[in-house]
């Protein structure tokens, strides 16, 4: 089983919307945010703890996606712990330099991790502009991914969403879902 921490604020649903629509059809998703807990999909376990903060972690390896609004955690963050955060956001770049961790960028340089390179109301190109590695341990090579928007799949244009989108896709890269529309990319 895989552990994925959303931190931010409660508010911040968009990449909550993105897990519990996608993320279900190629993973079995144990999904917890405040009181609630929903399980949905079917394959490899995935636990998703959506929160506010992060104050304590004795984990394993983990995923730790930043929402637009979130506070790095103060905690010491597992050695194989991977961060995705938004490189607009300065305060969070800034607290994760102390931590030496491995950390995926998504915005709207080239110099990102992630990044896209066409955006129009029907769905946005988005290119991981270098290497990285999944938890597989698999080298993913630059590439681009399609991605289109539909009122199904939570995917959209609007300014704010552009992240939760870039996010997720970096999520599903690192969780190397082969199976997936991704995954036969690369």
């Given at each position: 089983m895989t552990t994925?921490?959303?931190?931010?604020?409660?508010?911040?649903t968009g990449l909550e919307i993105l897990v519990k629509s996608?993320?279900?059809?190629?993973?079995?998703?144990?999904?917890?945010?405040?009181?609630?807990?929903?399980e949905a999909g079917k394959g490899y376990d995935v636990l998703v703890l959506d929160s506010p903060a992060l104050e304590a972690a004795?984990?394993?390896?983990?995923?730790?996606?930043?929402?637009?609004?979130g506070e790095v955690p103060?905690?010491?963050?597992?050695?194989?712990?991977i961060v995705i955060v938004n490189s607009e956001n300065t305060e969070q770049l800034n607290a994760l330099e102390a931590y030496g961790r491995q950390v995926?960028?998504?915005?709207?340089?080239?110099?990102?991790?992630?990044?896209?390179?066409?955006l129009t109301s029907d769905g946005i190109v988005i290119s991981l502009n270098r290497e990285i590695t999944a938890f597989s341990g698999r080298k993913i090579q630059p590439l681009e991914i399609p991605v289109k928007f539909t009122l199904e799949s939570g995917f959209s244009a609007e300014p704010d969403s552009v992240y939760d989108t870039i996010a997720y896709t970096a999520l599903r890269l690192i969780l190397d879902?082969?199976?997936?529309e991704i995954g036969l990319l690369y």
């Amino acid at each position: 089983m895989t552990t994925v921490f959303l931190i931010g604020e409660n508010d911040d649903t968009g990449l909550e919307i993105l897990v519990k629509s996608n993320l279900t059809n190629t993973y079995s998703v144990t999904y917890i945010k405040g009181n609630s807990i929903s399980e949905a999909g079917k394959g490899y376990d995935v636990l998703v703890l959506d929160s506010p903060a992060l104050e304590a972690a004795e984990l394993g390896e983990c995923i730790i996606v930043m929402k637009s609004r979130g506070e790095v955690p103060a905690v010491s963050l597992p050695e194989k712990s991977i961060v995705i955060v938004n490189s607009e956001n300065t305060e969070q770049l800034n607290a994760l330099e102390a931590y030496g961790r491995q950390v995926i960028t998504c915005g709207k340089d080239r110099r990102d991790t992630l990044s896209y390179t066409s955006l129009t109301s029907d769905g946005i190109v988005i290119s991981l502009n270098r290497e990285i590695t999944a938890f597989s341990g698999r080298k993913i090579q630059p590439l681009e991914i399609p991605v289109k928007f539909t009122l199904e799949s939570g995917f959209s244009a609007e300014p704010d969403s552009v992240y939760d989108t870039i996010a997720y896709t970096a999520l599903r890269l690192i969780l190397d879902d082969y199976d997936s529309e991704i995954g036969l990319l690369y």
